[in-house]
């Protein structure tokens, strides 16, 4: 699904070989962070650790990533703004000719001056995260009380900064009764609503997460609902399948480690922030080569490698299945996807 992408970026799969290069890379500058969100994929600290990719560091890393054909390069955290470079550092995106987008945390860093900070040092879209259609849910889920209000502060700060404004919503078991009562939240102030369905990693918790019949019920429902603007799927590539039963189009898929990849705090080189398995550390060889040729990487970009009912599945080229979940919930990557409701043709 191409309509996520902003303005200027060629869709996924146009004149890109994802066997090259990936759509996006997602750097987390760092696992600092106030927040106690119960969902937290990095189980985020307080204080920044002495490990991290210095400012030469990321620099290097941001100019091998355009160099490999990257074309969104993506600034996030815990929160980035505990690290004083990190304008510095979504300026040198933006020049090394990225599309550049930026993921704060709520915190009180997260000004109106930040944010317009970071719209003029490259940011072209800002990312935050709603989890709830009230204070109750998302504070309860974010673990700090006036988060809400200071979200939707935040968000009208970045519209006004003149970002273009991504919301993300965790779909969980904690927030999923809310899905319908956020969409009101999102009129004449985004541009894509992102849902990242659970992956019980980091602080993320199994019994938090929807089972294959929820997710269905879910996914059913995001196509048929009146939005404000495009949705996407984080974690839920089954969406794509829904879609083309639905007779959507959707384009060549996006999934862990096929068109993206996550570059830890201290430069392990991952598939996902969700699917936090290692292939290498960009110290000791450069992004491409763990990208291109490392096993890992290589097998989730081949569908005839999957197994269980994915590997027999006539949608596996457009969906494959969370690839994040199946490791979670198996210790396979390569696993079926088990919270995925569909019965293959061939099954």
């Not at 007779?247 to 830890?264: E, T």
Request: proline share 7%; hydrophobic share 45%; aromatic share 6%.
């Amino acid at each position: 699904m191409t309509g996520g992408l902003p303005p200027g970026v060629a869709p996924a799969g146009a004149s890109l070989d994802f066997a090259v290069a990936p759509l996006t890379v997602a750097w987390e500058i760092t696992r600092a962070c106030p927040l106690r969100c119960v969902h937290c994929r990095a189980d985020a600290q307080h204080r920044r650790d002495p490990r991290e990719l210095t400012t030469a560091e990321g620099l290097d890393l941001i100019a091998h990533a355009a160099e490999m054909g990257t074309r969104v390069f993506v600034i996030t955290g815990g929160d980035p703004l505990a690290r004083h470079d990190v304008f510095e550092l979504l300026t040198a995106a933006r020049d090394a000719g990225m599309y550049v987008g930026f993921s704060p945390s709520v915190t009180p860093r997260l000004t109106a001056d930040a944010l317009a900070r970071a719209v003029a040092a490259g940011a072209g879209t800002v990312h935050l995260s709603l989890d709830g259609a009230n204070a109750g849910t998302h504070n309860a889920f974010r673990g700090v009380p006036g988060s809400f209000e200071r979200t939707l502060a935040a968000l009208d700060a970045a519209h006004a900064a003149g970002a273009r404004l991504q919301v993300g919503t965790s779909v969980s078991r904690r927030t999923v009764q809310d899905l319908p009562e956020i969409v009101p939240l999102l009129v004449d102030r985004v541009d894509l609503w992102t849902l990242f369905f659970l992956v019980p990693t980091g602080r993320a918790q199994a019994e938090d997460l929807l089972d294959a019949a929820e997710h269905e019920r879910v996914l059913r429902w995001l196509v048929d609902a009146e939005l404000p603007c495009p949705a996407r799927t984080i974690a839920a590539p089954t969406y794509r399948r829904v879609l083309t039963q639905h007779g959507r189009a959707v384009g060549p898929a996006v999934n862990d480690g096929n068109g993206f990849a996550f570059v830890s705090h201290v430069g392990d080189v991952c598939p996902s922030g969700f699917l936090q398995v290692s292939a290498g550390n960009v110290r000791d060889a450069p992004l491409a080569h763990w990208y291109r040729d490392s096993p890992l990487f290589r097998s989730l970009r081949d569908p005839e490698r999957l197994g269980g009912k994915c590997g027999i599945c006539e949608f596996r080229r457009i969906c494959g299945g969370s690839r994040a979940r199946a490791w979670a919930l198996t210790g396979d990557v390569l696993a079926a996807d088990p919270t995925c409701a569909y019965e293959p043709a061939a099954a």
